[in-house]
């Protein structure tokens, strides 16, 4: 999709606005108007939500999202960051990480605290039925009313108090037309010997056993151990032909062409066709899985952080903050306005919008497990990836001990030999 260009807008953005991400007591707010047209945006799109009202505050937001999952640092887009610290005085700290389960860890153990957390829906569902996330005050979030309604009371949050929808997207293959001289069809591409060292895998749990499930014919929910194994031996007979696992390192590879295929999100394998026209993306027959990202506060956040973290939830509800982020990462939108703001080409393509009808006869949501399946899942990961992480360290390791004993003993040969003269 094409990117806007803001450019000149930001130039004179920085000239204007620099030094307001966090403003002083006493200093002086330009108008929401000014504001937004000065970062090239139409006032008569966004809602009268009061964001100066932390103004002077001296606040700073933490914010932890997936990398390259947000529309910030490019010269050429809106950088919705700064644009909410020049609306609110607010300073966002922001902070990415690469999987829900990296996100959940550090939550958990307390090495991090964050205002905002944007995990997966299965992840949500775990966090609620753990009580690490804050319920939410709609009062505070009035941009709720552009949800798309079948996003709303989700299986994951069935009350809807926990969570605002933010992107959400299916898993697809994306390959290299110049390395893959076929049409791909189907998840068993990620099992062919003929791209052996060509081939990319996600390197987190839920998303490789999800992919062995399609491929297998089971629910990606299921929870039978037999499964499970069957599915753990199916990745473990793959391992000898994949180059690496991956998450955000997938960009690199793929946009540079150092692999052939690889299982990636929709959203993320657009974003890389926009950039190597030689990269194209399907769908596999089999199924896949669809899945929502959802913003949340959790209970380990700053309370007094609580409205400003509401406000900024809000903030990315705007119909053309969630345009720019969904123009910028190639995810799918949730929100209605933003929808309707996309071009037709967008609006159009079935792999990024497809039909009801196909969700439901071709896709799964992941839900949360059992403690005790996702323990076992994540005990036959943490042995995959530990078993034979190198096939020749074992022979290697025994010659060098047995070169190292032969060496010892000759050495006390001579030694003794010497010692009778």
């Known amino acids: 999709m094409k990117r806007f260009v803001f450019a000149l807008t930001a130039f004179v953005m920085l000239l204007s606005l620099a030094g307001c991400?966090?403003?002083?007591?006493?200093?002086?707010?330009?108008?929401?108007?000014?504001?937004?047209?000065?970062?090239?945006?139409?006032?008569?799109?966004?809602?009268?939500?009061?964001?100066?009202?932390?103004?002077?505050?001296?606040?700073?937001?933490?914010?932890?999202?997936?990398g390259?999952?947000?529309?910030?640092?490019?010269?050429?887009?809106?950088?919705?960051?700064?644009?909410?610290?020049?609306?609110?005085?607010?300073?966002?700290?922001?902070?990415?990480?690469?999987?829900?389960?990296?996100?959940?860890?550090?939550?958990?153990?307390?090495?991090?605290?964050?205002d905002i957390v944007i995990p997966s829906d299965y992840m949500i569902s775990k966090m609620i039925n753990e009580g690490m996330l804050e319920k939410l005050d709609f009062d505070n979030i009035p941009n709720l009313k552009n949800i798309m309604g079948g996003f709303l009371n989700p299986q994951y949050d069935?009350?809807?108090?926990?969570?605002?929808?933010?992107?959400?997207?299916?898993v697809c293959i994306i390959y290299n037309t110049t390395m893959v001289d076929e049409e791909i069809t189907s998840w068993k591409t990620l099992w062919d010997e003929k791209y052996a060292g060509n081939i990319l895998m996600f390197n987190n749990p839920r998303d490789a056993f999800g992919i062995a499930q399609a491929y297998l014919g089971y629910s990606l929910?299921?929870?039978?151990?037999?499964?499970?194994?069957?599915?753990?031996?199916?990745?473990?007979?793959?391992?000898?032909?994949?180059?690496?696992?991956?998450?955000?390192?997938?960009?690199?590879?793929?946009?540079?062409?150092?692999?052939?295929?690889?299982?990636?999100?929709?959203?993320?394998?657009?974003?890389?066709?926009?950039?190597?026209?030689?990269?194209?993306?399907?769908i596999p027959e089999e199924g896949t899985n669809w899945f929502v990202d959802a913003i949340c506060i959790p209970t380990t956040s700053d309370p007094e952080n609580k409205e400003v973290a509401e406000a900024y939830i809000n903030?990315?509800?705007?119909?053309?903050?969630?345009?720019?982020?969904?123009?910028?990462?190639?995810?799918?939108?949730p929100n209605q306005a933003a929808f309707e703001l996309l071009d037709d080409d967008a609006k159009e393509d079935e792999r990024r919008y497809p039909s009801d009808e196909f969700l439901i006869e071709n896709t799964e949501v992941f839900v949360n497990l059992s403690d005790d399946a996702n323990a076992y899942m994540q005990e036959l990961w943490t042995q995959l990836k530990v078993d034979n992480s190198n096939v020749w360290f074992v022979p290697i390791f025994l010659v060098c001990l047995i070169?190292?004993?032969?060496?010892?003993?000759?050495?006390?040969?001579?030694?003794?030999?010497?010692?009778n003269f």
């Open 21 to 66: 991400g966090q403003a002083a007591a006493g200093d002086e707010r330009a108008s929401t108007e000014e504001i937004l047209e000065e970062f090239g945006l139409d006032p008569e799109l966004f809602s009268d939500y009061d964001y100066g009202r932390f103004y002077g505050e001296e606040i700073t937001l933490n914010v932890a999202n997936w």
């Open 221 to 282: 929910n299921t929870e039978d151990r037999d499964e499970l194994d069957r599915c753990a031996e199916l990745l473990r007979e793959q391992k000898e032909i994949v180059q690496g696992y991956v998450m955000d390192e997938i960009f690199d590879k793929m946009e540079g062409g150092s692999a052939a295929v690889a299982p990636y999100y929709v959203g993320d394998a657009v974003t890389m066709c926009d950039d190597n026209p030689d990269l194209e993306f399907v």
């Open 68 to 114: 390259e999952y947000m529309s910030i640092n490019d010269d050429e887009m809106t950088d919705v960051n700064e644009l909410f610290e020049a609306l609110t005085g607010v300073t966002v700290n922001y902070k990415t990480y690469a999987s829900n389960e990296t996100l959940y860890s550090k939550l958990l153990s307390g090495g991090a605290t964050y």
């Open 315 to 333: 903030f990315l509800c705007e119909a053309e903050i969630a345009l720019a982020n969904c123009d910028y990462v190639g995810y799918s939108t």
């Open 158 to 170: 069935p009350t809807n108090e926990y969570s605002v929808p933010y992107l959400w997207g299916m």
């Open 403 to 419: 070169a190292a004993t032969i060496f010892v003993n000759v050495r006390r040969a001579r030694k003794k030999k010497r010692d």
